[in-house]
């Protein structure tokens, strides 16, 4: 019996020296998803970067006075402002009280995977915290190598571990290990656009409606989904698969949205959560603008529930990020592959209309195609005159964090 076998032909030359078209169709991946070796150099990558984040929380934990908001331990350094209500969603479910902020602001998926794990860990209570990041680690792995494997589609070996490298020291990557969604966000994306980039609709469709049930951010993932349907040309009659795949990823917000106006008689509990307990703002086209007139107007910044002059600081460097975040996304969409800016600048939609860029830091951490741009610097110094800077934010947002003052 004669065995035949087919292997698709990748072009291995850098993206930025292919034509758009050749970028486009280009769906080879010259690794198996679960090669040991790419595996092999990411958890090691993960693990000593976890380890330096655990040292770095231990240095900044108990050089100053100040109570953390974690526990005792060192897990305790994980745990902080929002990590309290998904471990609370996780042991108790979801509590309402009007007129104020609630845990109906954060989404299920992450509690869920949570409360899972409880289960299966020996002794673990309901909501605790080594729960919580088991399912963070296990997440973020995947996530990397997800990333890895999708920038081999289009770039050298060498450019897909440098924007690994500056995707983890980014300061606000610390949030990678913490018991906060980004880990989570940051699977779905890099997930729905490799199988998507590899024609697995229905893997880049079930990626999606994880990812929209994560955050309300995650139901954007439909306008890059979509535009590498038309970018493959995908779109067919008879190939019913890739818009099925984009009409299922809004499916985890709709489910939650179904959930809240079932126990709650109102989806719009969510939103009057989120303004008054998060400060998000009725979305609005002139809303941005409100976002940056206050920039020069509230003295106290938008952060206006602390009574630090730290916030004004988190204000500059979060509207900053949003501006050159968008930038990466133009420059993206125009020369590397336009589902990729696509991603980046949709993603950026939501908090820009919130009329906040309150936390800015931490939702574009999760942008992993931006730092495609970094990874692709050839010149050591310039390298070098980014690293050392990202190391000390990185240092200085987990020095806040653990001492329980506003990180992002």
């Known amino acids: 019996m004669r065995v035949t076998s087919q292997v698709e032909a990748v072009d291995t030359r850098p993206a930025g020296q292919r034509g758009w078209l050749s970028r486009v169709w280009s769906t080879g991946s010259a690794v198996p998803l679960l090669s040991w070796r790419p595996l092999a150099m990411v958890l090691g990558l993960l693990t000593v970067w976890r380890l330096a984040i655990l040292v770095a929380s231990y240095a900044a934990g108990g050089a100053t006075n100040f109570a953390r908001c974690g526990i005792p331990g060192p897990m305790g350094y994980s745990v902080c402002w929002d990590s309290w209500h998904y471990l609370g969603i996780a042991g108790n479910g979801y509590t309402f009280t009007p007129d104020s902020g609630s845990s109906i602001a954060f989404f299920p998926l992450f509690p869920l995977l949570i409360h899972v794990v409880d289960r299966l860990l020996p002794g673990a209570n309901l909501g605790d915290v080594r729960a919580a990041l088991v399912v963070v680690h296990l997440a973020l792995a995947a996530a990397l190598v997800y990333i890895y494997h999708l920038l081999r589609l289009d770039f050298s070996d060498r450019v897909a571990w440098r924007a690994l490298f500056f995707l983890l020291i980014f300061p606000s990557a610390f949030f990678f290990s913490t ?23 229905l893997r880049a469709g079930l990626f999606g409606l994880l990812t929209s049930a994560t955050k309300l951010t995650g139901v954007m993932l439909v306008v890059p989904l979509a535009m590498e349907v038309l970018a493959q040309r995908a779109v067919s009659w008879r190939r019913p698969r890739p818009l099925l795949a984009v009409a299922i990823t809004p499916l ?116 992993f195609p931006a730092f495609i741009l970094l990874g692709k610097i050839e010149s050591e110094p310039a390298r070098n005159a980014l690293t050392i800077p990202a190391l000390l934010g990185q240092g200085l947002l987990i020095y806040f964090f653990v001492n329980g003052m506003w990180a992002g």
Do not use: C, K, M
């Open 179 to 201: 018991v906060y969604t980004e880990s989570l966000l940051l699977l779905g994306l890099a997930g729905t656009l490799y199988h998507a980039r590899r024609g697995q609709w």
């Open 252 to 367: 985890g917000l709709l489910a939650y949205f179904g959930y809240l106006q079932a126990r709650f008689g109102d989806f719009r509990v969510y939103f009057e959560a989120q303004a008054l307990g998060w400060h998000r703002e009725t979305f609005s086209p002139g809303v941005f603008l409100l976002g940056i007139q206050r920039l020069f107007d509230d003295t106290r910044g938008l952060i206006y529930y602390s009574d630090t002059s730290v916030p004004s600081l988190f204000l500059l460097t979060d509207t900053a990020l949003l501006l050159a975040f968008i930038a990466a996304g133009v420059v993206l969409w125009l020369r590397v592959r336009p589902s990729y800016g696509a991603l980046v600048l949709s993603f950026l939609a939501l908090p820009a209309l919130s009329g906040s860029p309150q936390s800015i830091n931490r939702f574009v951490v999760i942008l």
